[in-house]
């Protein structure tokens, strides 16, 4: 493969990046009303979405209820398979170091995330567990997808959150 036909497909990969933060931040909106407005999916190597999750700690009283892992149990009982080495999970905010620590245990090819989060984030936000000497999966990460707006309606939320206090 030339330089160009790589090129080329980074770009096709980083628009269906966006196409699918734009709907992860569609389902957050309606996600906020009613809990922290985290989602994520996991997208199969065929490109389809196979999981999807958002955050269900607060509906639930779980503290497991992150979307992460509610996409996580879905993805694998649709794949009939919990390795996901050909599949990315795309998320808007950076993983805690629970889901990070899950997705490298789940081997998951690829990870991509729009704002990081400086207090918890396991992928460098905190820690990098998928840089980290006891990681043995290695795994992609990508970062800053949409980022601006991934961080605004996160901080939107909280700032309504406070209001209604």
């Given at each position: 493969?030339?330089?160009?036909?790589?090129n080329i497909h980074k770009k096709i990969a980083q628009l269906d990046y966006i196409k699918w933060m734009k709907f992860i931040l569609r389902r957050s909106e309606e996600v906020g009303k009613v809990e922290l407005?985290?989602?994520?999916?996991?997208?199969?190597?065929?490109?389809?979405?196979?999981?999807?999750?958002?955050?269900?700690?607060?509906?639930?009283?779980?503290?497991?209820?992150?979307?992460?892992?509610?996409?996580?149990?879905?993805?694998?009982?649709?794949?009939?398979?919990?390795?996901?080495?050909?599949?990315?999970?795309?998320?808007?905010?950076?993983?805690?170091?629970?889901?990070?620590?899950?997705?490298?245990?789940?081997?998951?090819?690829?990870?991509?995330?729009?704002?990081?989060?400086?207090?918890?984030?396991?992928?460098?936000?905190?820690?990098?567990?998928?840089?980290?000497?006891?990681?043995?999966?290695?795994?992609?990460?990508?970062?800053?997808?949409?980022?601006?707006?991934?961080?605004?309606?996160?901080?939107?939320?909280?700032?309504?959150?406070?209001?209604?206090?």
């Amino acid at each position: 493969m030339n330089q160009n036909t790589i090129n080329i497909h980074k770009k096709i990969a980083q628009l269906d990046y966006i196409k699918w933060m734009k709907f992860i931040l569609r389902r957050s909106e309606e996600v906020g009303k009613v809990e922290l407005p985290i989602t994520a999916v996991i997208i199969d190597e065929k490109g389809r979405c196979i999981g999807r999750g958002s955050n269900k700690r607060e509906s639930n009283n779980d503290p497991l209820g992150h979307a992460e892992l509610i996409a996580l149990r879905q993805a694998a009982w649709i794949k009939k398979d919990w390795r996901f080495n050909e599949c990315s999970i795309i998320t808007n905010l950076e993983p805690c170091t629970m889901c990070a620590a899950a997705l490298v245990q789940a081997r998951m090819g690829q990870v991509i995330y729009g704002a990081e989060d400086d207090k918890r984030g396991g992928f460098g936000g905190t820690i990098d567990l998928s840089k980290h000497e006891s990681a043995h999966h290695k795994m992609h990460i990508i970062r800053g997808i949409l980022k601006q707006n991934c961080k605004d309606r996160i901080k939107l939320w909280f700032k309504s959150l406070r209001n209604q206090k």
